[in-house]
Structures are given as structure tokens and as C-alpha cells.
């Protein structure tokens, strides 16, 4: 640890199980040898933390396994981005919806209530697997697309290999089946209009069993 940052530590023990790192695992990597130098308790435990789940999941990927978080949970997680999403451009003295915020933003609001998340809820399946560090893959296996839309709108798409989730500013939530050619999620018109889109009104735990 004192010839290398944690990030560093990090690096080199996915390495060895001969996964190459990405350039989103090398900003990680950064970060957490920051967190190192500036010798922080809590980020030390963090960081530990991380390295125990990147060589858990690292030894996973080399077997062949597939660790994609299941819709079941990840639907808990598009709905608490809508919430967020949308309680934060309401303005309560007009009674009406500004600018939505930056991804970043939504984000700075998943860190400050991560600890309302109780272990033994679903909720906290999705949250305790939330990666902070690389919002455009916030879950495993899932890739998030985000987009502000002038003057009050947004356009979100969460996809894994086989399954796709759509939101925007109506705050419906649409299911598909995730196509050969994703579209951006600032080409769509609403979340409606992506390939194949349908309602999601309950997804339950049978029915996801097909996307798998």
C-alpha cells in the first residue's frame, strides 16, 4: 500500500484475473488513489469495499458468469431516478417544472439518501450494487443513457443486453427488448417512441424471467 494508491491495488488484483482494464476502470482507479492520499477513514473503507466486489466480479466474468443485476431490482432504481429527476426541477412556489438536473446531480441525490436504503428491502438490492463512481454504468450489466431536453424535459434509457427501460419527463415507464442499434436517448422524442416500446405497470418477478 505504499508503493501503490488504492486504486492501484484495486488494478492490479482484477489483473490477475486477467481482466483488462477500461478507461472508466482507470478514472476508478484515480479517484481511489486521491481518496488514498488524502488518507480518509471512510474512503479507505470504501475503497476496500470496492476491491472485494471488482475481484469478486472480475473472478465471475473469468468463469464465464453473467453478473447483469435482474429487472426485478433494477425497475426500483428507474423509478427513483424518475423521482428524483422530477422533484428536483418542481418548483413548489410556481407549482411548476423548470430545467431537470445533470446526471450528476440526480446522482449527488442517490449518495445523500443511500442511507435510508435498509438492508432486507429491494430497494437496497439495487442500491448497495450502485455504482457512484461510473454513472453511465450505474448497475452491473446496465448501461444508462441520459439527456436534458429544453426547455423541461429529459430522455432516459437503462439497457442491459436484453431488456430496456425508458422514462422521461411524463414519468411513465416503458419496457422493451433492447435492439441491435440503440438509439440515443437524446433522438427520442419521449420515452414512448423508443423501438418497442410498452407501459410498464408492474413488473413482477415471473414475467422477468424471460429477459434473462
Known amino acids: 500500500m505504499n508503493d501503490y494508491g488504492l486504486g492501484d491495488v484495486i488494478a492490479k488484483a482484477t489483473e490477475a484475473?486477467?481482466?483488462?482494464?477500461?478507461?472508466?476502470?482507470?478514472?476508478?482507479?484515480?479517484?481511489?488513489?486521491?481518496?488514498?492520499?488524502?488518507g480518509l477513514i471512510k474512503g479507505s473503507i470504501l475503497a476496500l469495499f470496492m476491491m472485494k466486489e471488482s475481484v469478486l466480479r472480475a473472478a465471475w466474468q473469468a468463469a464465464g458468469g453473467d453478473t447483469t443485476l435482474h429487472p426485478?431490482?433494477?425497475?426500483?432504481?428507474?423509478?427513483?431516478?424518475?423521482?428524483f429527476?422530477?422533484?428536483?426541477?418542481?418548483?413548489?412556489?410556481?407549482?411548476?417544472?423548470?430545467?431537470?438536473?445533470?446526471?450528476?446531480?440526480?446522482?449527488?441525490?442517490?449518495?445523500e439518501?443511500?442511507?435510508?436504503?435498509?438492508p432486507?428491502?429491494?430497494?437496497?438490492?439495487?442500491?448497495?450494487?450502485?455504482?457512484?463512481?461510473t454513472p453511465n454504468e450505474p448497475l452491473p450489466g446496465w448501461r444508462l443513457d441520459y439527456a436534458t431536453i429544453a426547455p423541461n424535459g429529459f430522455r432516459f434509457t437503462l439497457s442491459s443486453k436484453k431488456y430496456?427501460?425508458?422514462l422521461d419527463e411524463d414519468a411513465i415507464?416503458?419496457?422493451?427488448?433492447?435492439?441491435?442499434?440503440?438509439?440515443?436517448?437524446?433522438?427520442?422524442?419521449?420515452?414512448?417512441?423508443f423501438p418497442g416500446a410498452t407501459e410498464c405497470t408492474q413488473f413482477k418477478h415471473e414475467e422477468s424471467r424471460r429477459w434473462l
Not at 26 to 32: F, G, I, S, T
Not at 72 to 83: D, E, L
Not at 113 to 118: G, N
Request: charged fraction near 25%.
Open 17 to 38: 484475473f486477467g481482466v483488462k482494464p477500461c478507461g472508466r476502470c482507470k478514472r476508478r482507479a484515480e479517484a481511489l488513489n486521491e481518496i488514498g492520499r488524502r
Open 72 to 83: 426485478h431490482y433494477v425497475i426500483g432504481f428507474v423509478r427513483q431516478f424518475g423521482t
Open 85 to 111: 429527476a422530477t422533484t428536483m426541477a418542481f418548483n413548489q412556489e410556481t407549482e411548476s417544472f423548470g430545467a431537470f438536473p445533470s446526471l450528476d446531480e440526480i446522482f449527488k441525490r442517490f449518495i
Open 113 to 118: 439518501h443511500k442511507e435510508h436504503f435498509k
Open 120 to 133: 432486507g428491502t429491494l430497494a437496497y438490492e439495487w442500491m448497495s450494487r450502485l455504482n457512484f463512481f
Open 164 to 166: 430496456t427501460f425508458a
Open 173 to 193: 415507464i416503458y419496457e422493451a427488448v433492447t435492439p441491435d442499434v440503440l438509439p440515443r436517448a437524446k433522438d427520442l422524442r419521449s420515452a414512448a417512441e
